[in-house]
């Protein structure tokens, strides 16, 4: 969800689908909301020599993985989205499992694998963060939400749970008044 931005790292879903098909899981797809425009400051941080690279999806077909990604361009309401969705994946380069998209994934019951460390979600319990941007990692986590779907709804129990509790807008208006007050 969001524009796209070499630092999102949404490329790496193409390592990651690379990797799912090798070990024969052929019955996923990765639905893209968002611009999907890459600047030619991305491109060159890509490292393609392809000069007809304009878009995401432009990286997708020369890796030829079309039918694992659904392009949904820029939405104005992302719940129905959310609501269609099993696991959401946030592959950071800057290791920063935090923002808006996760707390909203979480809010919906989607279970999340981003990257990083952060203490502001519920680590283990609503999702899962890897130490680095290794596909491998992330594939072992998507395939193990795969395999366990009892996991998978308990995990988004789990971070609709802590979102509630802890985001609460009476819950966190109290918490910022007192570190205001301190």
């Known amino acids: 969800i969001g524009y796209f931005n070499f630092n999102k790292g949404q490329n790496l879903l193409i390592n990651i689908a690379k990797e799912l098909i ?3 899981i052929n019955n996923f ?3 893209i909301a968002g ?6 400051l991305d491109i060159k941080k890509l490292n393609y020599k392809n000069n007809q690279i304009r878009t995401f999806e432009d990286l997708v077909s020369i890796n030829q993985l079309s039918k694992y990604f659904y392009f949904l361009g820029h939405l104005d309401n992302i719940t129905p989205l959310y609501n269609i969705t099993d ?3 946030k592959p950071s380069r ?6 808006r998209d996760l707390l909203e994934a979480m809010s919906h019951g989607v279970p999340y694998i981003s990257v990083g460390k952060s203490t502001n979600i519920d680590v283990n319990n609503s999702g899962f963060l890897v130490n680095d941007l290794s596909s491998k990692e992330i594939v072992d986590k998507i395939i193990m939400l ?4 009892n996991l998978r709804i308990q ?6 749970k802590y979102i509630k509790s802890n985001y609460n807008p ?3 208006s109290l918490k910022l008044k007192e570190i205001w007050l301190n």
């Not at 611009?35 to 030619?40: A, D, K, V």
């Not at 795969?146 to 779907?149: D, H, S």
């Open 94 to 99: 800057e290791k920063m499992p935090w923002g």
């Open 87 to 89: 696991i959401y994946i």
């Open 29 to 31: 797809l990765f639905i």
């Open 170 to 172: 009476k819950v966190y």
């Open 22 to 24: 090798k070990i024969n």
């Open 155 to 160: 995990s988004g129990l789990s971070g609709k």
């Open 35 to 40: 611009r999907t425009n890459i600047s030619s």
């Open 146 to 149: 795969i395999k366990n779907r």
